[in-house]
């Protein structure tokens, strides 16, 4: 069989890379990977793909940003020219990004199988991007590969036969399973002259966090007073860079040790060290609680729940009362109990592939 993967932007790869090495064991599938160029980034250098032993793209579509309504139909209209040569049996998208339903609206248009890694997680937040194409990308697909339970809840109550859902597990896991050795050897607690559990981890970019003035001054005061207790830590995201110099804030995040953004071993690194996480991720409230770190997740939803039911992730949204009183227990040792979700166990991909092979 032959089976198209689709990449368009950084974690895509890393989601994707333990799915291709599983495909590489079985002779009967010939597999390709496209990169749309959704998400152009200079950090994809050679020692990200070397580190991670992520494979190169086969073919590489350059469509690069735009608004969502062009980029989608550039990536429809250069993928559909890829569908036509390679006449693959499947495609296999991930996660919620443009490229997502892109790839899949092209596929199903042209009778090809489409495979949806992540299917199911729902924030119910219709003015995020990532619903929609969550959703769209759902309803079209034939084999629809869920992280947890939940998904599976979703899904039903969307109208997807149960015949398409399969509980795999979490590829993300895979890959962090697979290089937590490597990014212990890091050296980035060193050269930032930190100590393990004595400072905490911040990510914040979110356009609904860092483009207004307002959300973003309050949410940087109660940073300040979180850093009085614990040094915060922040590989500073361009976005959240460019709005702190147009709205004049430079002085609220002179307390915050802001570094540049890093590569994947260092930044799991900081992850393993750390005492707790802020963030307004989704994937980082994953990588947590398979960590089991306590995570703050600023935001008013989250497309994850197992993270917050089961791991080690609290909702805080930005109330800085609600923020500051999940630091103190993190701090006095009070902070909730947490699990590992039943298959975050690394063999989410294998799963995946004897599924797709069942299928064929």
Same mark, same amino acid.
């Given at each position: 069989?032959?089976?198209i993967? *689709?990449?368009?932007a950084r974690p895509?790869f890393?989601?994707?890379?333990p799915i291709?090495?599983?495909m590489k064991?079985?002779?009967?599938?010939? $597999?390709l990977?496209v990169?749309t160029?959704?998400?152009? /980034?200079?950090?994809?250098s050679?020692s990200?793909?070397? @580190?991670?032993e992520?494979p190169r793209p086969?073919?590489?579509?350059?469509v690069?940003?735009?608004?969502?309504?062009?980029q989608t139909?550039?990536?429809m209209?250069?993928?559909?020219?890829?569908?036509f040569?390679e006449?693959p049996?499947?495609?296999l998208? *991930?996660?919620? *990004?443009?490229?997502?339903?892109?790839?899949?609206l092209?596929?199903k248009k042209l009778?090809?199988?489409?495979?949806?890694?992540?299917?199911? %997680?729902r924030?119910f937040?219709?003015k995020?991007?990532?619903?929609?194409?969550?959703?769209?990308?759902d309803q079209?697909?034939?084999?629809?590969?869920i992280t947890?339970? /939940?998904?599976?809840?979703n899904l039903?109550?969307e109208g997807i $036969?149960?015949k398409?859902?399969?509980?795999?597990?979490?590829v993300?896991?895979d890959i962090?399973?697979?290089? =937590?050795?490597k990014?212990k050897?890091?050296?980035?607690l060193?050269? =930032?002259?930190?100590k393990?559990k004595?400072?905490s =981890?911040?990510?914040l970019?979110?356009p609904?966090n860092? @483009?207004s003035k307002e959300?973003l001054?309050?949410?940087l005061?109660?940073?300040?007073e979180?850093?009085?207790k614990?040094?915060?830590?922040?590989?500073?995201h361009?976005?959240?860079?460019?709005?702190v110099?147009?709205f004049?804030l430079s002085?609220k995040?002179?307390c915050?040790?802001?570094?540049?953004? %890093?590569?994947?071993?260092?930044f799991?690194? %900081?992850i393993?060290?750390?005492?707790?996480?802020?963030? /307004?991720?989704g994937?980082?409230?994953?990588?947590?609680?398979? =960590?089991k770190i306590?995570?703050?997740?600023?935001?008013?939803?989250?497309?994850?729940p197992?993270?917050e039911?089961?791991? $080690?992730?609290?909702?805080?949204?930005?109330d800085a009362?609600?923020? %500051?009183?999940? *630091?103190?227990?993190?701090?006095s040792?009070n902070?909730?109990?947490?699990k590992?979700?039943?298959?975050? @166990?690394?063999?989410?991909s294998?799963?995946?592939?004897?599924t797709i092979? @069942? /299928?064929?």
């Amino acid at each position: 069989m032959k089976i198209i993967n *689709v990449v368009g932007a950084r974690p895509n790869f890393m989601k994707i890379a333990p799915i291709i090495s599983e495909m590489k064991k079985y002779k009967e599938i010939e $597999s390709l990977l496209v990169h749309t160029g959704q998400h152009y /980034d200079e950090n994809m250098s050679r020692s990200f793909f070397d @580190d991670l032993e992520i494979p190169r793209p086969d073919i590489n579509l350059n469509v690069g940003s735009a608004s969502h309504a062009i980029q989608t139909a550039d990536i429809m209209i250069e993928f559909e020219k890829v569908c036509f040569k390679e006449k693959p049996d499947y495609v296999l998208v *991930v996660g919620d *990004v443009n490229s997502t339903i892109a790839c899949a609206l092209d596929a199903k248009k042209l009778g090809i199988k489409v495979i949806h890694i992540e299917a199911g %997680l729902r924030s119910f937040d219709m003015k995020m991007p990532e619903e929609i194409n969550r959703i769209l990308t759902d309803q079209i697909a034939d084999l629809l590969f869920i992280t947890e339970e /939940d998904a599976k809840v979703n899904l039903s109550n969307e109208g997807i $036969s149960p015949k398409k859902i399969h509980f795999v597990g979490n590829v993300m896991i895979d890959i962090l399973i697979q290089n =937590l050795r490597k990014c212990k050897k890091s050296n980035i607690l060193k050269a =930032l002259a930190l100590k393990e559990k004595e400072y905490s =981890l911040l990510t914040l970019h979110r356009p609904s966090n860092v @483009d207004s003035k307002e959300k973003l001054q309050k949410i940087l005061q109660t940073l300040n007073e979180i850093s009085e207790k614990i040094p915060i830590v922040f590989p500073i995201h361009p976005r959240t860079e460019n709005m702190v110099q147009k709205f004049g804030l430079s002085e609220k995040i002179k307390c915050i040790k802001t570094i540049p953004p %890093l590569g994947y071993l260092d930044f799991m690194r %900081l992850i393993v060290g750390s005492k707790f996480v802020l963030t /307004d991720s989704g994937g980082i409230q994953e990588e947590t609680t398979y =960590l089991k770190i306590p995570c703050l997740t600023m935001r008013e939803n989250t497309e994850r729940p197992i993270t917050e039911f089961v791991g $080690s992730n609290v909702i805080v949204g930005t109330d800085a009362d609600k923020i %500051l009183s999940n *630091v103190r227990m993190i701090l006095s040792g009070n902070f909730k109990n947490s699990k590992i979700p039943k298959f975050w @166990d690394g063999k989410a991909s294998e799963r995946i592939v004897k599924t797709i092979l @069942d /299928d064929f």
